[in-house]
């Protein structure tokens, strides 16, 4: 048996549920209490090794050279058991210490519908992966389809994607859409009233790019975009493609968008609209596809979506809102947009349905020709912010939304009357208001401990005054409200008769129309998002065999730690006396994964794998630009084999692919040896024509076929010899993290994504969350902020010394950080090398027990030690036998994705990086059992492909809706529908729960009589 750990009445008290009784399917499993999570008894991993003829689980690394691995046990400390870890987090929140603030300053805040942590604890929910098997992925397109919706509705914008990082990274996204749609043009010009956050995220992004940035100047004494000069830059510069500007800047005044859209018109340029969603709620702001004087509205909006669902979380997750038009007049500009999109389908029995569409645009698709290196977005976010639109209705949300103006009318009318205290600016604010003061800010904020009054933003945009904004939302009581009003009272004096002036709201800053968000009750929407659950498969249940992705059971405990109240209502803008429980946490995480790599820097900014990579390679630039050679360096090596975020982050930092004086820049692509491992020869030969010329190597290890690049060693040598940078794609850190060193292997910078290997949930897509680990070469250059331990064991954020930027709005997912550090604590030194051993050897053993059954690829090279994951195939005359019975060879490794959901299981990772394989990863979360079942199930599909190869045509059999097609979905384009009741969701003919009961052989027949009855229909 598995070594399940006893849980004490304290924790269960602690956490408020039983870890007990969170048994998973037929076997009785719980791998919540199974120690380091992993499932497979003593026994279980005897005999997998017994049969592998190896006598230990080092044995399974073998191949793997001494000089890369750590000489020594990394240094983690001992993991925890259960208690301990409970006991450890829940004092560790404790040590955050939140006072009443008023921070908001582009991440408000607001109080979260009780409907967010119910859906939160819907695991068919979090813990899916991103819905690319439409049939088996009808709960996630159903939650999303609804976000997109209820966005529509607030904005007007026919087409919203389903989310991207946050707000900051959104309006990048959008600047690079505006350059792509006028094609020739260079220049954006973006209101200088934005956020600083969000200036430095675009300034980062962009340096190096070829984009430039103007700015549109602030008027000092209106505190608005300054319309005159603004129109000038406009007319005189031919060459700018887009403006961006906020509805509410970041002074928390009304900019006139109508004129601002029309300016836009009037120079044909692209419209960016800033928004926040809340303030377009009923009888709050002008919706975005109504600006301008003809009210045809902007091209383009952006948002921060985070306060819809989330408390602060000290920053993220965030949620990016993305939007753009998608009707008579327009339907081409999206096709120029970042992001994934869920559109109307049918399946082949025409029944309608979700699926996700104009994915030709993506980087799994176009690699460098993508519109964005974005792969795992914010989608669980999406789900969230969905459900409690749907939840509030028009009408919760309208409340919501009169709080906080009522809130702020009330406290300026209170203190407006004294002396030293005035308006900054005449112009219209909403719930943000900045006040100029006649002492300095800080002092006033110092005075009290109990409320955090506001933020400083003295020298903001070069403003003179002390500068002190304060934000409303819902959150705070009239209470609160008077005690805020008593600080200033006691602070400053006036005469409480003298008459007060507060600028007018003037109707033509507000919406005209209801958004048509029906009411539903909490239980109608508990009730739809339960039965979403279902819909979807999950690792809790079964072998979830997604190759790279590491679908690995993801602890409750983690999400409950990530829920405690100290560490999600801490606001970033807060001092850090007040969190020190959360930087004690990111500085230990960040302590741990210069442990775990061997490098002796980490970013804990970026939000997702493929933000990593942009991470790395913008600060390679940083680096050979200190050199003086940004120029010189123009190439980025890429093995053909790479994820499609490899060459999409590449070519998005600027290494765009093209020709130079006849020679290849941006990006050259190197072929693979007959064991699937990078081709030395080919490497060296461009190392001595091109040497000079190579910026850095971007290298997945272990390599998307499973194999362990055994040459990387050599590899790093040969690009160090030229001055060139090595980067590591670590999204299959699993197999080797805690057993090879990054520093031995010369890796400089690298990624591990902490949604694969470091068990957050993948949400149905995201949010993913990434840290970044680099070299000495790189350690000056890190974005974002570092956490730094006192001599008096205090906590502090820094910036290194030549920060690149940020990434980031504010500190990045900041609670997946949280759900991390959970998991580090309780698998601690050995755990952590123990989770690499068993993901192995469960691989291995799947690997070995399959090799006689599939062809396996790369083809030859079946002696080549399988790590986490590898490749199967068939064989030719298996296509050849399949294409006569009417599948033609390019929908073959599709179709048989889909017999896996026959028999209760997600599909493999279809078609990549093989075209014809399909790539399976068990991760170390499953018992020998459950390994055993699963081969069965692979020879079960074998043997159906052999004997009745036409079952293809009609899989999947059993699940909610048909095969869906695509074809119709990408012509027949529709994203959103109109939230006024909610529909019936489709049913299971056979639950997935049903069929994994049932033996793989009777599946079989299951589906020979499903595909008749089809066929006979
Ligand atoms: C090998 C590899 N690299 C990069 C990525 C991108 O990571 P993310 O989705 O976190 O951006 C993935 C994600 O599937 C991956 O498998």
Redesign the pocket.
Known sequence: MSHTQDVSNATIDKLGFDPRSLKVNSQDINRELAKNYISASDNDIESMLKELGLNSLDELFSHIKDDVKFSEKIALEKGLNYDELVANLDTLSKKNNIPTNYLGDGLPQYKIHDIVPYVCNIRGLTTAYTPYQPERSQGTLNTLWIYSSAITALTGFEAINSSLYERSTCLFEALKTGVRLARKKTKVLVSEAIYPQDRSVIETNAAHTGLEILWAPINKESGLIDFEITKEILTTNKDIAAFAFGQVNSLGLLEDVDALTDLCQENDVSSIAIIDPILLANKGLKKPSEYGSDKSGVTMIVGEGQHLCLDANYGGPGLGIFGIRFNEKNKNQIRQTAGRYVGNAVDMNNKQCLAMVLSTREQHIRREKATSNI??NQSFVATIAGAALLAHGDQGLETKLGISRQNTQYFLANILHLDGVELAFNAPYFNEVVLKINKPVKDFINSNDDIVIGKDITGRHGLEGNLLKISFGDLHSQEDIDKLINVFKNNFTGDENADVFMPDLPEKFLRTDAPGIAQFTLEEVKAFYDKCGELNVSPDDAIYPLG??TMKYNPYVNDWAAGLKGFTMAHPDLDDKYTQGTLELLYNIQEDFKSITGLPGVVTQAV????GELVGIKMFQAYHADKGNAQTKNVILIPKSA?G?NPATAAVAGFVPGKVDGKQVGIITLDADQRGQIDLEQLKEIIKTDGDRIAGIMV?NPN?AGVFEENFKEVADLIHSVDGLVYM?G??MNAIAGIVSLEKLGVDACHN?L?KTWTIPHGGGGP?D?IVAVSDKLVDYIPGTQVEKLSDGSFKKVRAKKCIGDFHRHDGNVAHKVRAYTYLKALGQDGVVKMSQIAVLSARYLFNKLKDVYPMLPLGADNTPRMHEFIITLSDDMFAHIEKSGTPKNQIIAKVGKLFLDFGLHAPTVAFPEVFGLMIEPTESFTKKELDEFCDVLIAIKNVLSDSPEVLQTAPHFTPIKKVDEVWANKNLKFYTELKELWELPSDEVSPKQLRLNDAIEVVEMIRKKHREIKEA
């Open positions: 792969c795992s790279s992705c997702a794998g493929a933000q994820h975020t997945t998307t794609d999204a299959n994504n949604h993913g990434a």
